[in-house]
């Protein structure tokens, strides 16, 4: 991915270089042309990388038995972790070495994908995983990867981003390649069905955010705000369906449809605020990401409504979701009001019941949150002081 230069202007067309690297496959019961998609790129023997849970729900053994059926070898790694560590991905490697694969397929939520595409890294590249952090830094090519969400939420299956978690800093690392992307992603709404409802919520609350940051963010273009008013035109409505009706399958495939588009934005844009202050709450707090990014959201999109060029920005996205009509100035609080309503349907707390002691540590997480990558990315510049304000907004203290 490659980012343009900052934009000349507010009304400018910002240029972009756009090269779709994922063939995407959806449709219910997709799943089963796997070992179809694999022979397609000319898999003969397949390390299949999944995690426990997927395991228990019986997608893998479905998969496997599609793969064996079109005549592929298979290797399996179940030990996929949640936020996955540089340990987890050499676990996987040392899995992949003894199988010699030639074709990768990451099923699972993110960090199952996230997983398969850093395994990818080592054993294309070698070396560890820390030396692939920040953009473009494989030389060798890599294996095709297929990619299988079963949650609706990363959208990790459309991007060229692994993230994994340092084990010594505990720091989520970004590791970007193009050669990373998945080249066929299979979108099975009928996959999504077996996620457990705190998994469809908060991956979920995550898909809407990645939707909105990146309507926003201040390397948005013509493609990616495209990407992002349909990702989150469709989350925004399929979300309350899937949280009330969970067997919903045409809501299901809106939310997982949603969730991959909304990885598209990504790709084509950027996070922002949310997610720079997200990601010490998990490190610090073991808070799952998408409650985190739901907990900051309504706080960053009032902090960036102060800025002209953004409220433009919300207007249009609530516009495009028909929550407000074009132009309405009061699209930001719209917004905000939404997404605090879907947090209480989905049981997601607005405000973090923290400690005394935990609330002395806004300090030191505001003071990573400005040395997030994606802060750099949100519309309205933040100093260490803003970000103070956003964890104060967020914390309810004491209760
Ligand atoms: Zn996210």
Redesign the pocket.
């Given at each position: 991915m490659s980012h343009p230069p900052a934009s000349p202007g507010p009304q400018a067309l910002r240029p972009f270089d756009y090269k779709p690297r994922t063939r995407l496959v959806f449709g219910v019961g997709s799943v089963d042309q796997v070992g179809d998609l694999a022979r397609e790129l000319g898999a003969k023997k397949v390390l299949l990388v999944t995690d426990p849970g997927i395991v228990a729900a019986g997608h893998a053994e479905h998969v496997r038995r599609n793969l064996e059926q079109a005549g592929l070898q298979l290797t399996l790694f179940d030990q996929a972790l949640e936020n996955p560590t540089t340990k987890c991905v050499d676990d996987c490697l040392a899995v992949a070495k003894k199988a010699h694969p030639d074709t990768i397929i990451g099923l699972g939520g993110g960090s199952a994908m996230d997983t398969a595409k850093g395994c990818n890294f080592l054993l294309t590249n070698g070396g560890r995983m820390q030396d692939y952090r920040g953009v473009g830094k494989a030389s060798k090519p890599m294996l095709p990867l297929i990619a299988i969400p079963t949650t609706a939420g990363?959208g990790s299956e459309c991007q060229s981003a692994a993230l994994i978690v340092d084990d010594k800093t505990h720091q989520k690392m970004a590791c970007l390649d193009p050669k990373a992307a998945a080249r066929i992603a299979i979108l099975d709404p009928k996959l999504t069905l077996s996620q457990p409802p705190r998994v469809t919520a908060c991956a979920g609350m995550?898909a809407i955010?990645?939707a909105l940051e990146t309507a926003v963010a201040n390397t948005r273009n013509a493609l990616s705000i495209m990407y992002s008013s349909e990702a989150f035109k469709l989350c925004v409505r399929a979300f309350a369906e899937v949280l009330t009706h969970p067997k919903d399958l045409e809501a299901r495939g809106q939310m997982l449809l949603g969730a991959a588009l909304a990885g598209m934005a990504i790709e084509n844009s950027m996070?922002g605020a949310a997610?720079a202050a997200a990601n010490p709450l998990t490190a610090h707090f073991g808070i799952v990401?998408?409650q985190a990014?739901g907990l900051m959201l309504p706080h960053v999109i009032r902090f960036n409504a102060h800025q002209s060029q953004s409220r433009k920005a919300y207007s249009a996205v609530a516009a495009a979701a028909e929550l407000t009509s074009p132009g309405h100035d009061h699209a930001p609080e719209t917004l905000v009001k939404r997404i605090e309503m879907l947090l209480d349907l989905a049981g997601m707390p607005r405000r973090l019941a923290c400690s005394d002691a935990e609330t002395k540590m806004i300090p030191l997480l505001a003071e990573e949150a400005t040395r997030q990558w994606t802060a750099t990315f949100n519309p309205r510049p933040l100093s260490k002081d803003d970000f103070v304000t956003l964890y104060e907004r967020a914390f309810a203290g004491n209760a």
């Open positions: 990363t995550d955010a990645h996070l997610h990401h998408g990014v």
